[in-house]
């Protein structure tokens, strides 16, 4: 095991990186961020059991748009780095298609 990384982002509450031994790069997210990321999704499982349906539908959405700009953002510094998508995007991609509008 090689404890080599290239950074191929400017590091915020995420950054892209290299293991080099992998092919595809990966996102880190900073441990404050992950968890509170989880603890979103464990009041989206609340917000589900007490039928609260519009709340949760306003949380589910903010969530995907942060996790959708995470990934557009993996994205766009692959297509710099020239580095293939590990998956095939297409027209009927779903990310992005869900906003509060």
Do not use: W
């Not at 969530?63 to 095939?88: F, R």
């Not at 027209?91 to 509008?101: E, L, N, R």
Request: proline share 4%; charged share 25%.
């Amino acid at each position: 095991m090689s404890d080599d990384v290239k950074l191929l982002s400017s590091p915020k509450n995420f950054a892209v990186v290299q293991l080099l031994e992998r092919r595809y790069p990966g996102i880190v997210f900073q441990g404050d961020s992950l968890h509170s990321l989880v603890i979103r999704l464990k009041n989206l499982q609340q917000l589900l059991r007490n039928d609260c349906i519009d709340d949760l539908n306003i949380e589910l959405i903010e969530i995907c748009d942060e996790m959708a700009a995470v990934l557009n953002h993996y994205e766009l510094v692959c297509s710099e780095q020239k580095i293939a998508l590990p998956y095939t995007k297409n027209d009927d991609d779903p990310v992005g298609a869900i906003s509060a509008t």
